[in-house]
Antibody, heavy 115, light 107 residues
Framework: VQLVESGGGLVQPGGSLRLSCAASGFTFNNYWMHWVRQAPGKGLVWVSRINSDGSSTSYADSVKGRFTISRDNAKNTLYVQMSSLRPEDTAVYYC?????????WGQGTTVTVSS | SYELTQPLSVSVALGQTARITCGGDNIRSKNVHWFHQKPGQAPVLVIYRDTNRPSGIPERFSGSNSGNTATLTISRAQTGDEGDYYCQVWDSSPGVVFGGGTKLTVL
């Protein structure tokens, strides 16, 4: 059972980035999924979640209207499209599987928003 | 929006019992999950739905939830238990809430 994030990097304020989370070892389309982020030296902050078939999503107020979560169950992959990025979006972004609690986490991918 | 309050730090002597609290309005009505994070690593679920341990988590870890406080208890604390601990609940809007985190030090 594994989650592997990718797509992080350095982006200028106002720019866009798409993160991916590849799932393996379990039946991806049975699970809700989350994105959680952690700014340097700070705590965990929930970003977004999506239900198992992708028909329902929710977002933290801080990213609503700028981030879009999605999934491709045929490819066992979770995404988050991030636009209008701000310096305060700088963080390690984790994807996590939801089963009771968030029981499986990826290793994280780092997003840095800076000019 | 719903808020969870954790102490910034907790210290415990090696082999003794540590208790980390998570405060929230009528938190007993919610399912509380607990995570352990070591520096540079992803979080690990240690307790789910107040009292349940995932496979592979030692019995030394236990949870309770009553009134306005949920508690994570770590018995016979070891140096490997050091790190940050976070509580988490689901809220109606917008969804998921984490506590601010507690740094556990084993002396």
């Amino acid at each position: 059972v594994q989650l592997v994030e990718s797509g992080g990097g350095l982006v200028q304020p106002g720019g866009s980035l798409r993160l991916s989370c590849a799932a393996s070892g379990f039946t991806f389309n049975n699970y809700w999924m989350h994105w959680v982020r952690q700014a340097p030296g700070k705590g965990l902050v929930w970003v977004s979640r999506i239900n198992s078939d992708g028909s329902s999503t929710s977002y933290a107020d801080s990213v609503k209207g700028r981030f879009t979560i999605s999934r491709d169950n045929a490819k066992n992959t979770l995404y988050v499209q991030m636009s209008s990025l701000r310096p305060e979006d700088t963080a390690v972004y984790y994807c996590a599987r939801s089963s009771g609690g968030m029981d499986v986490w990826g290793q994280g991918t780092t997003v840095t928003v800076s000019s | 929006s719903y808020e969870l309050t954790q102490p910034l730090s907790v210290s415990v002597a090696l082999g003794q019992t540590a208790r980390i609290t998570c405060g929230g309005d009528n938190i007993r009505s919610k399912n509380v999950h607990w995570f352990h994070q070591k520096p540079g690593q992803a979080p690990v679920l240690v307790i789910y739905r107040d009292t349940n341990r995932p496979s592979g988590i030692p019995e030394r870890f236990s949870g309770s939830n009553s009134g306005n406080t949920a508690t994570l208890t770590i018995s016979r604390a070891q140096t490997g238990d050091e790190g940050d601990y976070y509580c988490q609940v689901w809220d109606s809007s917008p969804g998921v809430v984490f506590g601010g985190g507690t740094k556990l030090t084993v002396l």
